[in-house]
């Protein structure tokens, strides 16, 4: 591969963050964020910008989200865009923080390591995201704790609609935290979910699935790859990609040759797959592979690098404290989509400064 363009979706904001780009069925962008005055602020706005020539430049930006539900005030900590196939309308799928239960604390405790209330939500559009239906919750059982979004909604080849969820602990339980990953479930269009459906999780809780990403191949498989964690050693390891052909009802697991976060995959109608990922302790830089599949081998020879941080990473001890430090993180999250014809990728993802993050995009020529 190689970068074609690189330049920015948003500046200027204090911080910017959790950005995903979307190809809608007119062929063009929109590109989701959220901008405040930290990573963590209660008063965050979700902003939506559009492009049409493919990403080399954005509308002004609009904010048609609503931030309360049922009354309590809350923040939008991401919001991804799916399109229904058959119908062209738009599913946003959103995690939403309850910023009332526990006034001006930040979304992890710094000694439990539980988090903020929240609750993943969905919407509808049907004028390719101007305006939104009202929120709707995903429910899940209580003992999946505050539910976390990381990837959008995926559509399965058989029809139904997939999202991602994580546990965790609430905010004051200072019992120990048996992280997983499950699925729920939709057959008519989001309006209704399936009970959790568990997808992986380590028994001993000492191995955490965070950011899951799922995304489905052309042939239906179904790939999530997990920024993977060892509490013990407070350490990641390799990313591990788990692998579906039955539509998510068995899974099997890989690992590859990079550690960190991993973004969602760019996947093409031919099968190729782009994954871009964050390396903050080793390289300190945001890369980028290709693979021929979405389970096949990202090719260390195909690799970009996108950005790269100047200091060094803070270590931390432990994983609370590792938590905490998130909201300091200067660089991460990107989004990797397929743009129209076929031999070109979009990657989103956020960098600047503590102070400061833009909203950058990168198109590579695969």
Avoid at 63 to 84: E, H, I, K, N
């Amino acid at each position: 591969m190689r970068i074609l363009e690189q330049g920015l979706v948003s500046a200027g904001a204090p911080v910017a963050t959790f950005p995903s780009v979307t190809v809608l069925p007119d062929g063009s962008l929109l590109a989701i964020y959220r901008v405040g005055a930290s990573k963590d602020s209660d008063g965050s706005v979700t902003e939506v910008r559009r492009s049409r020539d493919g990403g080399r430049t954005w509308s002004d930006a609009a904010a048609p989200f609503s931030v309360s539900v049922d009354g309590v005030r809350g923040s939008l900590q991401v919001v991804y865009a799916t399109v229904l196939p058959g119908s062209g309308r738009l599913l946003a799928s959103a995690l939403w923080v309850d910023r009332e239960a526990f006034p001006g604390a930040p979304l992890f405790h710094p000694e439990t390591e539980g988090c903020l209330p929240m609750r993943v939500l969905v919407a509808d559009s049907d004028d390719l995201g101007y305006k939104w239906s009202p929120w709707r919750q995903v429910p899940v059982t209580p003992d999946i704790g505050p539910p976390s979004l990381t990837s959008p909604a995926t559509v399965t080849q058989d029809g139904g609609i997939v999202i991602s969820i994580e546990s965790n602990k609430p905010y004051l339980d200072r019992s120990q935290w048996f992280q997983r990953v499950v699925h729920c479930e939709s057959r008519d269009g989001g309006q209704t979910w399936s009970a959790p459906r568990t997808v992986c999780e380590d028994p001993t809780g000492a191995v955490f699935h965070w950011d899951q990403r799922l995304a489905a191949a052309p042939d239906g498989m179904l790939a999530a790859f997990s920024w993977t964690y060892d509490k013990h050693a407070n350490r990641y390891l390799p990313i591990r990609r788990h692998i579906s052909r039955d539509a998510g009802r068995k899974w099997s697991t890989d690992t590859l040759e990079f550690s960190d976060q991993a973004s969602h995959p760019a996947v093409f109608a031919d099968g190729r797959t782009v994954l871009a990922w964050v390396d903050r302790y080793g390289s300190r830089s945001i890369r980028a592979r290709m693979a021929a599949s979405l389970d096949g081998v990202f090719d260390p020879v195909s690799e970009v690098v996108l950005f790269e941080a100047a200091a060094p990473a803070r270590e931390t001890a432990d994983t609370a404290t590792m938590l905490t430090d998130m909201s300091l993180w200067s660089f991460g999250l990107p989004y990797a989509e397929a743009l129209p014809g076929g031999e070109e990728a979009l990657v989103v993802y956020y960098a600047g400064t503590p102070e400061r993050m833009d909203i950058r995009w990168a198109r590579l020529k695969v």
